[in-house]
């Protein structure tokens, strides 16, 4: 019964994957990589505990709205990207500038705002 149980768990994990799905747990960072919640995507281009730059892209709607974005990490590190007014069906993106090394454990977020309203907030931790 375990056995069948693992198989049906590693189905579900490689279809999320397939569909670029986030899976509650929080995936981890050991490589370069793309993770979205709703609206909002954050996009890292370093591997390991190290982060220099961190991409963060919110996807507006059928009207024009005012857009920002709040990136940081649960040890503390923050920063919050530029406000911009966007055009109906555009995508929003700006980048955080980090550059340093986390502790392995670490969790890097970023949440996206519409309208000053949150889109989304895509999470994902930071290992070795």
């Not at 923050?78 to 550059?99: G, I, L």
Request: aromatic share 8%; net charge positive; hydrophobic share 35%.
């Amino acid at each position: 019964m375990l056995d069948i149980t693992r198989k049906i768990a590693a189905g579900v994990g490689a279809l999320a994957a397939a569909l670029g799905c986030v899976v509650a747990t929080g995936p981890s960072a050991v490589a370069d990589g793309k993770w979205c919640n709703h609206s909002v995507c954050i996009e890292t281009y370093d591997s390991g505990t190290y982060l220099g730059r961190v991409e963060v892209s919110v996807t507006n709607t059928n009207q024009p709205n005012r857009i920002s974005a709040r990136v940081w990490t649960t040890n503390g590190w923050s920063a919050n990207t530029k406000v911009e007014d966007v055009a109906k069906f555009r995508t929003y993106r700006d980048q955080a500038y980090p550059q340093r090394h986390f502790p392995a454990g670490t969790r890097l977020c970023a949440e996206g705002f519409r309208g000053g309203a949150s889109v989304g907030l895509p999470c994902v931790t930071i290992t070795n």
